[in-house]
């Protein structure tokens, strides 16, 4: 397929998206620079959207990456759609952007945040991308009560948090707890088979994160089968969403990640080219 051909597929996935009521800011998106022979699946967290990874694309383009950002169903139209939604049909598109990206580019990575990264992870028990980068990745939320979410969501269905307008125009106010019961599900099916997974992984955490037990996602790091691991960790001013501009080290984060893929590329192609 060449990219032509993408640009069809993609955007029935773009259709796809817009049908189910995602704004336009919100939808799946690709961007591909010229000569771009490595592309990057890029995943967004739990009641987000694509639009948090669109400050990623912009860098790793920069260094030469196509980025396909998909929009996990349930997100990005209403809280009441997100409770009615499986992991599974998470994964599923996910793993739909992994191959519309694998029938054009020689190479492809992942870039997940949060539960994107959890996504991702079950993805490379399916499929094999080249690595992964892992941003905020765990495996128990900060919230004590998140592992019960699975009959609290009869008692109390939706968690309020507090967000700016603009915030507001990109994640939900209202998170379901039926969603965070799928997260449980999710873990449950992942945490046993983590040493299956053997891919290259960058994860970085932010000591500020007040979302997740970032200690879990140490321990999900160590738990995985692979040699190369690297693992960064920022300090109390880094928040959870690391692409955000809250964050005053989003900058480093992106060349940390850029560096990681580019190191990869840069170990692969001599290879290629060889043969």
């Not at 998909?70 to 409770?83: F, K, N, W």
């Not at 992991?87 to 952007?97: K, M, S």
């Not at 991702?120 to 990745?137: C, I, T």
């Not at 700016?164 to 799928?182: I, K």
Request: glycine share 10%.
């Amino acid at each position: 397929m060449n990219q032509i051909g993408l640009q069809d597929l993609f955007a029935e996935e773009r259709d796809r998206s817009r049908r189910a009521g995602v704004k336009d800011d919100d939808l799946p998106f690709f961007t591909a620079p010229a000569g771009a022979t490595a592309a990057v699946l890029l995943v967004h967290g739990f009641s987000a959207t694509p639009w948090e990874m669109r400050p990623l694309a912009s860098a790793l383009g920069e260094r030469g990456f196509a980025c396909l950002a998909v929009c996990l169903p349930g997100h990005g139209t209403a809280p009441e759609d997100l409770a009615g939604r499986r992991w599974e049909e998470w994964l599923e598109t996910v793993v739909r952007g992994h191959d519309l990206l694998a029938g054009c580019f020689a190479r492809v990575y992942g870039a997940g945040l949060s539960t994107g990264t959890l996504l991702l992870l079950a993805l490379a028990r399916q499929r094999r991308p080249a690595g992964l980068v892992l941003l905020s990745p765990y495996l128990r939320l900060r919230h004590r009560l998140a592992p019960f979410a699975g009959w609290l969501r009869y008692l109390k269905p939706y968690q309020e948090r507090p967000l700016s307008d603009e915030e507001a125009t990109h994640y939900y106010r209202r998170r379901p707890l039926a969603g965070v019961h799928q997260i449980n599900r999710l873990l449950r099916e992942l945490g046993p088979r983590l040493a299956e997974i053997t891919l290259p992984v960058l994860a970085i955490h932010g000591e500020g994160d007040q979302t997740i037990d970032i200690e879990s996602g140490r321990m999900l790091i160590e738990r995985l089968g692979g040699t190369i691991k690297v693992y960064e960790r920022l300090g109390p001013e880094a928040p959870h969403v690391l692409t955000s501009e809250e964050n005053p080290f989003r900058g480093a984060v992106f060349d940390l990640v850029g560096k990681f893929l580019g190191e990869l590329e840069s170990q692969r192609c001599p290879l290629e080219s060889s043969q």
